[in-house]
């Protein structure tokens, strides 16, 4: 391949990756965000995803037009993933409540 083929592969996988990778990491940021809270697990997982969105509107501006679909995508799947990971942080949540700690003897 030529480098202009590397190039234009690379751009490629970039432009379905990154928002995949983007919703991904921010589930796992809710994930640390939520570790410590006892309720509200969801309202604070979108507000992650909306955190993040922000955090990257910017950069829609910048972008060449036929992009700018993806990046409006993208932008909805952090808030996907934000909610995404607020329902597990919030699972998980439930999953160790119901448990006892034996207590020492």
Request: proline letters at 4%; hydrophobic letters at 45%.
């Amino acid at each position: 391949l030529t480098d202009d083929q590397y190039y234009a592969m690379g751009e490629d996988i970039g432009y379905y990756v990154a928002p995949t990778a983007g919703a991904i990491l921010t589930a796992l940021s809710v994930l640390w965000v939520a570790r410590r809270l006892t309720s509200a697990f969801v309202l604070h997982g979108v507000l992650v995803g909306v955190v993040a969105m922000l955090l990257t509107v910017g950069f829609i501006f910048s972008a060449r037009p036929e992009h700018q679909l993806m990046y409006i995508v993208s932008f909805g799947l952090k808030i996907a993933g934000g909610y995404v990971g607020g329902l597990v942080a919030q699972w998980r949540y439930r999953g160790t409540s119901n448990r006892t700690c034996p207590t020492p003897t």
